[in-house]
Nanobody
Framework: QVQLVESGGGLVQPGGSLRLSCAAS????????MAWYRQAPGKQRELVAD??????TNYLDSVKGRFTISRDSTEKIYLQMNNLKPEDTAVYYC??????????WGQGTQVTVSS
């Protein structure tokens, strides 16, 4: 099965930036869809951004212009987060989908935006 390792979370002040990364290994089939979700305490998990193999992207309205999802030749997935706001505080999860289709989730990384 696919294993996902996330990194890059942490504590940052409002207006700051963080870059999250997600590395996939052990896949059985080609990964064709990648996404970042987030979940704050007591709230439903929501889709933040996604990207496909043609590099078409979609973003949650509240993060448009601030966040950028991307992928590289090593099949790592990134989320560049700029101008962070307190409402961005959440656990961020990487999700990849491989042909089957099979969904795979990371364990999540905490992002805290606070003074």
């Amino acid at each position: 099965q696919v294993q996902l390792v996330e990194s890059g979370g942490g504590l940052v002040q409002p207006g700051g930036s963080l870059r999250l990364s997600c590395a996939a290994s052990g896949r059985l089939f080609t990964i064709y869809y990648m996404a970042w979700y987030r979940q704050a305490p007591g709230k439903q998990r929501e889709l933040v951004a996604d990207i496909n193999l043609s590099d078409s992207t979609n973003y949650l309205d509240s993060v448009k212009g601030r966040f950028t999802i991307s992928r590289d030749s090593t099949e790592k997935i990134y989320l560049q987060m700029n101008n962070l706001k307190p409402e961005d505080t959440a656990v961020y999860y990487c999700k990849v989908v491989q042909y089957g289709p099979v969904e795979n989730w990371g364990q999540g990384t905490q992002v805290t935006v606070s003074s």
